[in-house]
T-cell receptor
Framework: QKEVEQNSGPLSVPEGAIASLNCTYS??????FFWYRQYSGKSPELIMF????GDKEDGRFTAQLNKASQYVSLLIRDSQPSDSATYLC??????????FGTGTRLKVLA | EAGVVQSPRYKIIEKKQPVAFWCNPI?????LYWYRQNLGQGPELLIR????????DSQLPKDRFSAERLKGVDSTLKIQPAELGDSAVYLC???????????????FGSGTQLSVL
């Protein structure tokens, strides 16, 4: 079992819709979770991080964390074609090791 | 402020040849990471430095890979000899290195795309 799991996609949503990206993790000692966006041929860039149970909102992005279910999600409201990218979920373990998932490819259709 | 700088951007070599990648982290960032990313996969950690000390190199194939971070700033990752399976993007990242902080964010360089023929 991979330590951080994501559906590879592609996830296709129409422009203006809500895109929901999900991630599960196996290490209960993981303390923080990060979402990185990676455009094709580019390096990952940080979108959001969360370490408390519940929701955290930043503009069109909302990160959700449920530690009991070991589940993290990223919601993108009013999706735009420019949001089309691969979204990487990462967990920061108790030993300060970053573990990345394989990423979910998002396609926003105009 | 400059971000994480990597060079070269692309490298094409024949198998069994040596290759080296260079990284300059963001100024003031104590922690430096080398990741390898295969197509369609997430980044996988090769080595992590806290200042000049390699604190996690458990994933580094030590028979052919080596890394150094002299003076706790720039770092070099070397492969000798390269194999076909080493073709990947090699990413350098840095963070402030605030151990104990839950919001320790990674900043990535542009990566080096290595093709071994």
């Amino acid at each position: 079992q991979k330590e951080v799991e994501q559906n590879s996609g592609p996830l296709s949503v129409p422009e203006g819709a809500i895109a929901s990206l999900n991630c599960t993790y196996s290490d209960r000692g993981s303390q923080s979770f990060f979402w990185y966006r990676q455009y094709s041929g580019k390096s990952p860039e940080l979108i959001m991080f969360i370490y408390s149970n519940g929701d955290k909102e930043d503009g069109r992005f909302t990160a959700q964390l449920n530690k009991a279910s070991q589940y993290v999600s990223l919601l993108i409201r009013d999706s735009q074609p420019s949001d089309s990218a691969t979204y990487l979920c990462a967990a920061l373990s108790g030993t300060y090791k970053y573990i990345f998932g394989t990423g979910t490819r998002l396609k926003v259709l105009a | 402020e400059a971000g994480v700088v990597q060079s070269p951007r692309y490298k094409i070599i024949e198998k069994k040849q040596p290759v080296a990648f260079w990284c300059n982290p963001i100024s003031g960032h104590n922690t430096l990471y080398w990741y390898r990313q295969n197509l369609g996969q997430g980044p996988e950690l090769l080595i992590r430095y806290e200042n000049e000390e390699a604190v996690d190199d458990s994933q580094l194939p030590k028979d052919r890979f080596s890394a150094e971070r002299l003076k706790g700033v720039d770092s070099t990752l070397k492969i000798q000899p390269a194999e076909l399976g080493d073709s990947a993007v090699y990413l350098c990242a840095s963070s402030l290195g605030l151990m104990g902080q839950k919001n320790e964010k990674l900043f990535f360089g542009s990566g080096t795309q290595l093709s071994v023929l």
